[in-house]
C-alpha cells in the first residue's frame, strides 16, 4: 500500500493564479481532511469528509474548494490565490465513526505565493 | 469557538532527562489523540486515548486523559535523541473534526 499520496511536493504561484493540490488514499478510508501548517499554529483544518459525495467545512476553509467524488481521491482546490495561503499542506485519512483511530497523513505540499 | 491548547511551545533538554507537554481543550473532547513530527516530515499517529481518567504507555512514553476529558499530557521516561521533533495533540469534538494543539517542539541535548 501506498498510504496517503499527495502532489505535488512543491509549488510556487502567482497571486490570483488557481491551482489544484491532489490527494490519494488506498486504505479505504471513508474519512479525509485537509490541514495547512504555518509556523506557531499547529495544524488547521480547512475540509473533510466523511465519504464519497460528502464534505464539510473545517476552521478555515474561507479560499480553498474540496470534492469527493470517489473515497480514494480528494483534492483541493485554491480559487485565486493569495500570499497568506502560502503554508504546508497535508492530506489525512482515517477509518470514521466508532473505528476512527489514527490519521494518516501525507507527506506533504509545500506552497509558496508570492 | 473550540481550542486546544499545547505547552510548552518549546523545550530543550539533556539526554536522558524526562519531558512532559500539557494540553487543554476550552471544552469536552470525545476523545483525544498524539502525533510526533520530525523536522521536515508529516505528523505520525503515536496514540488515541478515549476514556476518562485513561493513561496509556508506550515504552517511554506515558499519555494521560484528564478526567473530565479536556486535558492531556505525554510524558516521555529518559529522553533519547531520537525522541527528537514536534509532538502535537488533537483533540476530537463529538463531530468529525480534529483540533490540534500548537505542538511542543522537542529538542534533546547529546
Known amino acids: 500500500n501506498a498510504g496517503v499520496t499527495q502532489t505535488p511536493k512543491f509549488q510556487v504561484l502567482k497571486t490570483g493564479q488557481s491551482m489544484t493540490l491532489q490527494c490519494a488514499q488506498d486504505m479505504n478510508h471513508e474519512y479525509m481532511s485537509w490541514y495547512r501548517q504555518d509556523p506557531g499554529m499547529g495544524l488547521r483544518l480547512i475540509h473533510y469528509?466523511?465519504?464519497?459525495?460528502?464534505?464539510d467545512q473545517g476552521e478555515v476553509p474561507n479560499g480553498y474548494n474540496v470534492s469527493r467524488s470517489t473515497t480514494e481521491d480528494f483534492p483541493l482546490r485554491l480559487l485565486s490565490a493569495a500570499p497568506s495561503q502560502t503554508s504546508v499542506y497535508f492530506c489525512?485519512?482515517?477509518?470514521?465513526?466508532?473505528?476512527?483511530?489514527?490519521?494518516?497523513f501525507g507527506p506533504g505540499t509545500r506552497l509558496l505565493v508570492l | 469557538g473550540q481550542q486546544v491548547m499545547q505547552i510548552p511551545q518549546y523545550q530543550h533538554v539533556q539526554e536522558g532527562e524526562d519531558f512532559t507537554t500539557y494540553c487543554n481543550s476550552s471544552t469536552t473532547l470525545s476523545n483525544i489523540q498524539w502525533y510526533k513530527q520530525r523536522p521536515g516530515g508529516h505528523p505520525v499517529f503515536l496514540i488515541q486515548?478515549?476514556?476518562?481518567?485513561e493513561v496509556k504507555k508506550q515504552k517511554r512514553l506515558t499519555f494521560q486523559f484528564g478526567e473530565a476529558k479536556k486535558n492531556s499530557s505525554l510524558h516521555i521516561t529518559a529522553t533519547q535523541t531520537t525522541d527528537v521533533g514536534t509532538y502535537f495533540c488533537a483533540g476530537r469534538n463529538t463531530g468529525n473534526q480534529f483540533y490540534f494543539g500548537t505542538g511542543t517542539s522537542l529538542t534533546v541535548i547529546p
Open positions: 486515548l478515549v476514556k476518562s481518567g
Open positions: 469528509s466523511v465519504g464519497a459525495g460528502i464534505t
Open positions: 489525512a485519512s482515517s477509518y470514521s465513526g466508532q473505528r476512527k483511530m489514527a490519521q494518516y
